[in-house]
């Protein structure tokens, strides 16, 4: 696409009219745009799809603008050294920084803080300076730190000194904390194998993962392992704040699961704790659910997490947690629904077809099939991707959204072998596995409904 006015021009002009959208909504509201000094607090808008639409665009429109101005060189000189952003989020976050000074508005000196998460204090203000020149924490004067809207996210739900007195719960309830351990422990070891797998590692190893943690087993029988329990509930707690990361309409308006008869079965199927189908059963308290995962998961995490989030739910027989392996047949005969949030990408075709023929197996004629997944998009133009955004940004509308997507795709390929699919990749595995696309409903998480053939 071409326009009479230059690039430059029109990405300021997106930057400038989108903060005149975002200030006149919050106006509209009563309450002011929120400061990158504060620490998060829940807002009004946090959730408008109006809203999220108009920054994804200045975001964007942002990233573009930099990405022109910049010399290469500078970029390259950004880019190539991202590990240490990785590193500096994994060391604050495991060593419990922001938890140190959550009730510090002020900010603590370098040398208290050092001496609280027990690290060098020399080598922690330039960790905290590294982060703080990346809007993560504030420098308040030298030397001094506190937290800011965007480190305040990695606050846990333990205090400081519960969070010392014992490692075992650290995660639980810390949805963002958790991610960052996931990524910047198990992700970032694997990624250190990186560039040696794709261009030396025999075919029959997977992933950097398994060239990294010298094991054949998959990511998940390597959780099962006595020695990564930690790890796994980090895992579960940070896939269950995933629940609470994509808005519910996301699921309880990407399937019309108002069609269904009363009482009719819902299976989540690789369910982790269960967070969607807590979504559901509160939408919909007239079906029955299944949570579906693999031992340790059911009998672990998910016990707790039905017991803290809605225990009646489990004793009154609306949902039933359930041990269940999806290579095996599936005991659940005849669903009314079969779904799945994020376990397609976990897992390359073959594989994916595998899990897809067990359910098809145990479906009746009328079961539906609803994979919740991201849509991979092209960087370029392409009719089946978003609708064009305005002039000159990239057709995935770049960081925001292409961004996220292909990150988490190398996520996928790092650990599992998986990937992020696009429509007609998702259409091709249902007709390999006897499921035909239906519709797909497009957002932060597609819905891809399927029907039995
Ligand atoms: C990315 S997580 C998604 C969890 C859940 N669907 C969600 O969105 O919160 C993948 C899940 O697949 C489960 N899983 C892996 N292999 C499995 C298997 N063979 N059978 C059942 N569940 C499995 C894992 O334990 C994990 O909970």
Redesign the pocket.
């Known amino acids: 696409m071409s326009s009479s006015i230059s690039p430059l021009a029109a990405l300021a002009s997106i930057i400038t009219s989108g903060v005149h959208t975002l200030e006149s909504a919050y106006s509209e509201h009563g309450v002011p745009f929120p400061s990158l000094d504060e620490p998060y607090s829940a807002g009004p808008l946090d959730n408008d799809a109006a809203v999220t639409a108009t920054t994804h665009l200045i975001i964007a429109a942002a990233h573009q603008l930099i990405a022109t101005i910049r010399t290469p060189i500078a970029t390259i000189h950004d880019y190539a050294p991202s590990m240490y952003m990785s590193s500096s989020l994994g060391l604050i976050t495991d060593v419990n920084v922001p938890d140190a000074l959550k009730d510090e508005p002020a900010g603590l000196h370098v040398d208290v803080i050092g001496a609280k998460v027990n690290v060098d204090s020399g080598k922690l203000a330039r960790v905290l300076r590294y982060l703080a020149t990346r809007h993560v924490f504030r420098e308040v004067t030298p030397n001094v730190f506190a937290n800011n809207r965007i480190s305040s996210v990695l606050i846990k739900s333990r205090s400081f000194e519960q969070l010392k007195a014992d490692k075992s719960t650290k995660y639980d309830g810390a949805i963002a904390a958790a991610l960052v351990g996931h990524q910047t422990d198990e992700g970032q070891i694997s990624n250190s194998f990186f560039i040696e797998h794709l261009r030396d590692a025999p075919k029959d190893v997977e992933t950097p993962f398994h060239l990294a943690f010298k094991t054949k087993a ?1 990511l ?1 029988e390597w ?1 099962e392992e006595p020695i990564n329990r930690l790890r796994r509930q980090r ?2 707690n940070a ?2 704040g ?2 609470e990361r994509f808005p519910a309409t996301i699921f309880t308006g990407g399937f019309n699961w108002n069609t269904l008869d009363a009482e009719s079965v819902i299976v ?9 189908t807590l979504t559901l059963a509160k939408a919909f308290p007239q079906y029955k659910y299944v949570v ?3 031992p340790e ?1 059911i009998d672990g995490q998910a016990r707790t997490y039905w017991e803290g989030q809605s225990p009646q739910s489990v004793s009154d027989g609306t949902v039933t947690l359930q041990t ?4 095996e047949p599936q005991p659940v005969k005849d669903a009314a629904v079969y779904f ?4 397609m ?2 897992w390359p075709d073959a594989t994916s077809i595998t899990i897809l023929k067990h359910l098809r197996a145990a479906a009746a004629p009328s079961s539906k099939l609803v994979i ?1 997944d991201m849509l991979m998009l092209h960087a370029c133009p392409d009719p089946a991707g978003l609708p064009p955004p305005p002039y000159p940004l990239l057709a995935n509308l770049g960081l925001p959204v292409g961004g996220f997507i292909t990150a988490i795709d190398l996520h996928m390929l790092n650990l599992l072998n998986g990937q992020e699919r696009t429509v007609s990749q998702f259409a091709a595995l249902g007709e390999a596995s006897g499921w035909k696309l239906e519709g797909v409903k497009p957002g932060a998480l597609a819905a891809l409904v399927f029907s039995a053939v």
């Open positions: 998959t998940w959780y895992f579960a896939m269950a995933d629940g989540d199927v690789g369910g982790g704790v269960g967070s969607v579906q995962d693999l998961v269940h392996n999806f290579f799945m949030r994020m376990i990408h976990n919740f």
